[in-house]
């Protein structure tokens, strides 16, 4: 298994002619994205070097990359999703979670009951959301991430625990798995 990369950015539109490009960051601190080191594609085979960055506007800085020289080579790079090795980030905060490490959990009940792996964390825009892939086949449960839906994140025993009533009647029934 390769080693865990996290997302911290996507590069975007060209910004100009003479090859600086744009990045949406999605560190913390907007500027932090060129402070980890060459960022790689999801695969690690391509790598960015940042010779400069300056903001743009909240998120969205502008950079040069090196061996980028004209808008055309910085067009090429458009919608690159850039990562890099888990090893590289701080540890987080007491109650910060890295969504990276958060993939693979069990997922169970208050009552212990499974309802399945932590697929992944998605945020539309309302805030986090937690995927939970069910042990058996049925939808993909969804799970607000906040204390009062997702009370316990137990990394030593790999689980997270779901609060009673964070799911639908209908889906609770599609995730236990019956006894009889």
Avoid: C, W
């Avoid at 080693?3 to 500027?31: D, H, M, N, W």
């Avoid at 979670?97 to 009940?109: K, Q, S, W």
């Avoid at 945020?123 to 892939?133: C, K, P, Q, S, Y």
């Amino acid at each position: 298994m390769g080693e865990t990369r996290v997302l911290v950015g996507v590069f975007g539109a060209p910004q100009g002619v003479r090859g600086e490009v744009r990045i949406k960051s999605y560190t913390g601190e907007p500027r932090d994205v060129g402070a980890y080191g060459p960022l790689t594609t999801a695969d690690g085979r391509g790598s960015f070097k940042l010779l400069s960055l300056r903001p743009l506007r909240d998120d969205m800085l502008v950079a040069r990359v090196e061996g980028i020289e004209d808008r055309d080579a910085a067009a090429r790079l458009t919608n690159t999703d850039l990562y890099i090795p888990r090893d590289r980030l701080p540890p987080p905060e007491p109650d910060e979670f890295y969504h990276v490490d958060l993939v693979g959990l069990r997922a169970e009940g208050e009552d212990g009951a499974a309802l399945g792996r932590v697929r992944g964390i998605e945020n539309h825009g309302a805030g986090d959301i937690v995927e939970i892939a069910p042990d058996r086949p049925g939808e993909t449960l969804l799970v607000p991430f906040t204390l009062a839906f997702v009370p316990v994140i137990d990394f030593e025993g790999g689980r997270i625990v779901v609060a009673a009533g964070a799911l639908l009647p209908e889906e609770e029934g599609d995730a236990t798995v019956d006894d009889a």
